[in-house]
């Protein structure tokens, strides 16, 4: 697990939902059990939405919603935060409850594991919250119950994810952990489903994340093409990220419609923030590095 965020207070608690980014994403096959087969290096930003949390001695769980993005949620049962805290309840045969307050920085339905990256954070909150110990593999299985991504999104790492993401291994990747990392999304969700449905089945073969020159010379994201049919201004993302100078790569997240970029210095990646932000100003720009441990 990441290390804990400070103390708010001294009854409330914090974590951080770090934002996730395939800086590369292989789609192999169609599995037996209807799960496509991905190959992916997933790494984290140091930036994400915000959890606050309190215990509370009667069992309920809240869940107060705010920030940029809040008003695109509800709070409900069907909330990933509410899921996760739940779930951990029952497994735990847990009697507390908890008070949380999401804080919504990041763009919903986006590419970049919001949902997911907020469960995470929530067992890692409740974890702490309510002084309990659980073992990581049983973490990482409720953790896949509420969702694919969600197992990565637990510890936060640079990890290589395989399967529909049960199997994770730490993978450093010599010059990757702390680059300048741009995040640019044009205003809009995309259906994963939808982008799923228009992948056209072809293996284009296996993921090779040896180091930092074969992922971007030879690591795709088998996504990409699918997404820009369903949404066509996820190719102006990519040709506005391709134009900066500086720029090592450029490539979407995910099933999008968020696209990254990362760069070899803060410097270029601030020039080409403040160039699209002024170019774009409907959409969401956000500078960042790649989250090391």
């Keep these: 697990m990441p290390h804990p965020d400070p103390v708010v207070d001294a009854a409330t608690l914090a974590e951080t939902a770090y934002a996730k980014v395939n800086v590369a994403l292989h789609v192999r096959a ?7 087969a991905l190959e992916s290096l997933f790494v984290f930003a140091e930036h994400g939405d915000r959890l606050t949390g309190e215990a509370s001695d ?63 954070a929530t067992l890692r ?3 702490r919250l ?8 049983e973490l990482t299985a409720l953790a896949l119950d509420l969702g694919s991504d969600v197992p990565a999104c637990v510890a936060s790492v640079t990890q ?12 450093a990747v010599d010059g990757l952990e702390g680059l300048p990392m741009l995040l640019v999304n044009p205003g809009m969700g995309v259906s994963t489903a939808r982008v799923f449905a228009g992948w056209d089945r072809q293996d284009r073969g296996p993921l090779d994340a040896g180091s930092l ?9 088998d996504l990409e093409n699918p997404a820009i049919l369903a949404e066509p201004v996820i190719a102006e993302v990519l040709t506005a990220l391709d134009g900066a100078e500086g720029r090592l790569l450029a490539r979407m997240s995910g099933s999008g419609a968020t696209c990254f970029a990362l760069f070899a210095d803060a410097a270029a990646m601030a020039r080409a923030a403040a160039a699209i932000a002024a170019a774009h100003p409907g959409w969401w720009v956000m500078e960042t590095r790649i989250r090391s441990i």
């Design 30 to 36: 169609r599995r037996d059990d209807g799960y496509h």
């Design 58 to 120: 009667d069992g309920a769980i809240d869940l107060l919603i705010d920030g940029p993005f809040g008003a695109g949620l509800e709070a409900g049962p069907g909330n990933l935060v509410m899921r996760a805290a739940r779930a951990l309840q029952s497994y735990l045969g847990q009697q507390r409850g908890a008070v949380i307050r999401l804080t919504k920085n990041l763009p919903v339905a986006s590419g970049i594991g919001g949902g997911s990256a907020d469960a995470a």
């Design 125 to 127: 909150l409740l974890v």
């Design 130 to 137: 309510w002084d309990v110990r659980i073992e990581p593999e």
């Design 160 to 171: 290589l994810v395989t399967g529909r993401g049960e199997h994770l291994v730490r993978h």
């Design 213 to 221: 020159d074969t992922l971007i010379e030879m690591g795709r994201n």
